[in-house]
C-alpha cells in the first residue's frame, strides 16, 4: 500500500500528469527581504505565461527559484511534478533557460558554445541538428565560427536561443529574452516561440514588455513586489484570428495602484 | 567513462582561456628553470668534491713524503671530508647552501677548522636559493591562485551560473570537474618538467615519487584555500585579495614572525665564538707550563698518561695534546651550539604546521639529504673521522717514534657514509 512518503512527486503520477510547470504559495527571500510572497501559478504544455513586472518585482528570482538555484522559505516550485529543493538535477534536465544577456563564452565560437552546453546537459545533437537550430534562428553561416565575444547582443541571443531549441526540454524559461533586440530580431523571435508552443513546450517568459508579452503569451500575469496581483488569458479574435491578449486591459491593470 | 567525457569537456573549455594557460606555461618555465639551476650547482658541487679528492691525496702524499717527524706529517697532511649531493640534492639545495659539504681537516683542534666556514655564504642564508623547492612552496600558490580563484566567480560574474545549473543539473559536481581540470594543469606544470630532467640524470623513481606526492599534497592544502574562498559569494577581485593576504600570511608573514620567536626562544650561538674560545685556550697553552696542558689532556686520554714529560721547549705531543685540550675547552660550547640548533630546527618544524610554504620546504629538503638533520649529521661524521685521524697519530708522537713514510700504511681515510 502506498504511504505518503512513497508518494513523492516525480514518481505521482497524477502530480505528473498536472501542468509541466507549477508554482505554489511561493515565499523567497533574499538578503532578508521577501522578494515573493504567495506566489502561485501554473504553466501548462503548450502554454506561453508572460510575467509582467517592474523593476525589483520578482521576477527573475521566480526563474532562479524555479531553477533551484534559490530556495524558498515557505510553498514549492513543481517542474513536471518534481521539486527542484528535492530533485534540481532532474528538474534542470527537464528546463532550458534562456537568460537576459545571453552569457556565452566569449572565447567559443557558437558553434562551440552550442557543444558545450549541450554536453554538458548530455546532448549529443549532431552537427546538422546544431546547424538546423542556428538556420532556425537566422545566425549567418559565416558568422556560426566566430568567437560570440565579437557578436552584436542579439546574435548572442539567437545562439542561446537555438541552444533552447536543441535542448528540446518540455519546460523552458526566459529571462527578458528580446531585450536588446531589433525589431526584426523579436519578431523572428515571436514566431520561434510560437514553433515551440505549438511543439507543446511550457514557456515561462519573465518580462518588463507589455507589447511583447501581449503579443506572444497565451496568458499574461502582473507581478508587484513579489505577489501576482493579476492574470489574462488570451482570447479569440472576433474575426476568428489568432488569440491575444489586449494590451491596453493589461497596461490599466499595470497602472493601478492596487490589484485587479 | 563519464567522468573522463566530462573531464575533457572541462579541459577543452580550459585550454581555450588565455590568462590561465599562459600562467601554466609560465610556471613550467620556472620549475624547469628551478630544476636545471638546482642540478647545475649540484654538478657544481660534485665537480668540486670530485676535483679536491684528487688534488686531496697528492697534496697529502708529498706533505707525507717531505715530513721531518710524525709531528710534522699530522701537521702537514689534510684530509678531504666532503658531504655528496644525493640524487635529488638539486630539487632543494637547503642546509647546502649555508652550510659545509666539504672540509679538508687535519689533526690540529678541530672546532677552529668546522666553523671556520661559518660566514661562507652569508647572502644565501637571507635570500634563499631558487630552486624547485622554492618555487613548490611559495610560487605554486600564487599560480594555484591566479588558476583558480575566479573559477566560480567569473561565472557569476558573467551571469551564467542559472544557463550552467539549467544545463548540467548538478552545479557542484561541475565545480569539482573544474577543480580537478585546474588542479591537473598545475600538477602537469610542476611534475612534467621534474620528471623529464630527473629520469634524464638519473635521479631514483623513489625520489621523484615523494617529491611528487608532496607536490600533490601542498597542491591540495592550497586548493582547499582557493576552493573556500572562491564559493563565497564575493566578486573576483575580492577573492583574489583575500588569498593573497592568506599567502602574505602563509608564506611571508607567518615565516618571518616564527624566525623572530626561534631567534628570541632559542639564541643562536655563534660558531665565531667556539672557534674564538678553542684557540684562545690554543694560544695560552703557549704561556702556561706545558705540565699543566698535559694534565688536562692525560684526564681524556689516560692511556698516554705514563709516557715521558715534555721537558724540551717544544714537543709535538704537547702541540697535540694543547691543540685537543683546546677542543675540549669549546667542546661544551660546541655541543650547546648543535643542540640549539637542533632545538631550532624542531621549533621550526612546529611553525611549519602553520606555515605550509615552510613545511614544503622542510619536507622537501629531508626527501633531498639537505635538510638541517643531515647537516649536524655530517658535521657528527668529520668529528668521528677527527677523531679517527688523531689517535691514528697519537702512537707515533707519544711514543716518540723516528720518522718514516713507510710506517703510515692505513691512515683512516674519511668514507662519505661513515
Not at chain 1, 11 to 26: C, D, H, R, T
Not at chain 1, 53 to 71: D, E, H, Q, R
Not at chain 2, 266 to 290: C, F, H, M, T
Request: aromatic share 8%; hydrophobic share 45%.
Amino acid at each position: 500500500m502506498m504511504t505518503a512518503q512513497d508518494a513523492t512527486p516525480d514518481k505521482n503520477p497524477a502530480l505528473i500528469a498536472g501542468p509541466a510547470l507549477k508554482v505554489s504559495n511561493l515565499h523567497v527571500s533574499r538578503n532578508g527581504r521577501e522578494v515573493l510572497s504567495d506566489l502561485s501559478f501554473s504553466v501548462a504544455s503548450g502554454e506561453v505565461f508572460a510575467l509582467l513586472g517592474g523593476n525589483g518585482a520578482g521576477k527573475s528570482t521566480t526563474l532562479l527559484t524555479c531553477i533551484g538555484l534559490l530556495p524558498p522559505s515557505r510553498g514549492d516550485v513543481f517542474v513536471l511534478g518534481t521539486s527542484p529543493s528535492q530533485d534540481p538535477e532532474v528538474v534542470r534536465r527537464s528546463l532550458a533557460y534562456l537568460s537576459e544577456t545571453a552569457t556565452l563564452y566569449e572565447h567559443l565560437s557558437a558553434r562551440e558554445n552550442l557543444r558545450y552546453f549541450l554536453d554538458l546537459a548530455g546532448n549529443n545533437a549532431s552537427a546538422a541538428a546544431i546547424d538546423e537550430a542556428l538556420d532556425t534562428v537566422g545566425l549567418q553561416p559565416e558568422a556560426r565560427d566566430q568567437r560570440t565575444g565579437s557578436f552584436s547582443k542579439g546574435m548572442r541571443q539567437k545562439v542561446a536561443i537555438a541552444l533552447a531549441i536543441l535542448r528540446e526540454t518540455p519546460v523552458l524559461l526566459l529571462d527578458e529574452p528580446t531585450s536588446g533586440l531589433d525589431p526584426v530580431a523579436v519578431e523572428e523571435f515571436n514566431q520561434l516561440l510560437n514553433t515551440l508552443r505549438n511543439r507543446g513546450v511550457a514557456v515561462l517568459m519573465v518580462t518588463h514588455d507589455l507589447f511583447g508579452a501581449c503579443e506572444v503569451a497565451t496568458r499574461v500575469g502582473l507581478l508587484r513586489d513579489g505577489r501576482l496581483v493579476a492574470s489574462f488569458s488570451a482570447t479569440e479574435d472576433r474575426n476568428g484570428g489568432r488569440a491575444h491578449i489586449d494590451v491596453d486591459t493589461v497596461r490599466r491593470a499595470f497602472s493601478a495602484p492596487e490589484a485587479v | 567513462m563519464n567522468a573522463f567525457k566530462n573531464f575533457r569537456r572541462e579541459a577543452g573549455l580550459f585550454l581555450r582561456s588565455r590568462t590561465p594557460i599562459a600562467a601554466l606555461g609560465l610556471l613550467c618555465i620556472l620549475v624547469t628553470i628551478a630544476v636545471l639551476l638546482g642540478q647545475a650547482e649540484v654538478l657544481r658541487q660534485q665537480a668540486s668534491i670530485d676535483r679536491v679528492q684528487e688534488l686531496d691525496s697528492i697534496e697529502r702524499e708529498a706533505a707525507l713524503a717531505g715530513a721531518p717527524d710524525f709531528g710534522d706529517a699530522a701537521y702537514a697532511a689534510f684530509f678531504l671530508t666532503w658531504n655528496p649531493p644525493s640524487d635529488s640534492a638539486f630539487l632543494a639545495m637547503g642546509q647546502r647552501d649555508i652550510s659545509p659539504w666539504m672540509l679538508r681537516v687535519r689533526a690540529l683542534a678541530l672546532e677552529g677548522q668546522i666553523h671556520e666556514t661559518d660566514n661562507f655564504n652569508p647572502e644565501l642564508s637571507l635570500t634563499g636559493r631558487f630552486d624547485y623547492a622554492f618555487v613548490i612552496a611559495f610560487l605554486l600558490p600564487l599560480f594555484a591562485i591566479v588558476v583558480m580563484y575566479d573559477m566560480v566567480s567569473a561565472e557569476r560574474d558573467a551571469g551564467r551560473i542559472p544557463l550552467l545549473a539549467a544545463s548540467v543539473g548538478n552545479v557542484r559536481k561541475l565545480w569539482i570537474i573544474r577543480a580537478a581540470v585546474r588542479m591537473s594543469g598545475l600538477l602537469l606544470a610542476c611534475l612534467l618538467p621534474l620528471w623529464l630532467i630527473g629520469i634524464f640524470i638519473g635521479t631514483s623513481a623513489g625520489s621523484l615519487l615523494s617529491v611528487s606526492l608532496i607536490v600533490v599534497a601542498a597542491l591540495l592544502v592550497w586548493s582547499a584555500f582557493i576552493l573556500l574562498f572562491s564559493f563565497q559569494s564575493w566578486s573576483s577581485p575580492v577573492i583574489a585579495t583575500s588569498l593573497m593576504g592568506v599567502w602574505l600570511m602563509l608564506a611571508i608573514i607567518i615565516p618571518l614572525g616564527g624566525k623572530l620567536l626561534v631567534d628570541r626562544v632559542i639564541p643562536d650561538v655563534d660558531g665565531a665564538q667556539i672557534s674564538l674560545l678553542q684557540r684562545e685556550s690554543v694560544n695560552d697553552a703557549w704561556d702556561i707550563p706545558k705540565a699543566a696542558t698535559m694534565e688536562r689532556f692525560y684526564v681524556s686520554h689516560p692511556e698516554w698518561a705514563n709516557t715521558p714529560p715534555v721537558t724540551l721547549p717544544f714537543h709535538w705531543k704537547w702541540f697535540y695534546a694543547f691543540q685537543q685540550v683546546g677542543d675540549e675547552s669549546a667542546a661544551e660550547l660546541s655541543s650547546a651550539y648543535r643542540a640549539a640548533i637542533a632545538q631550532r630546527d624542531r621549533l621550526t618544524g612546529w611553525i611549519s604546521l602553520v606555515s605550509p610554504p615552510v613545511a614544503v620546504q622542510r619536507v622537501m629538503q629531508h626527501v633531498a639529504g639537505t635538510d638541517v638533520q643531515a647537516s649536524l649529521a655530517y658535521d657528527q661524521r668529520i668529528r668521528a673521522f677527527h677523531e679517527r685521524l688523531r689517535r691514528y697519530y697519537y702512537p707515533f708522537l707519544f711514543n716518540e717514534m723516528p720518522y718514516r713514510r713507510e710506517l703510515l700504511t692505513d691512515i683512516p681515510e674519511f668514507a662519505s657514509n661513515e
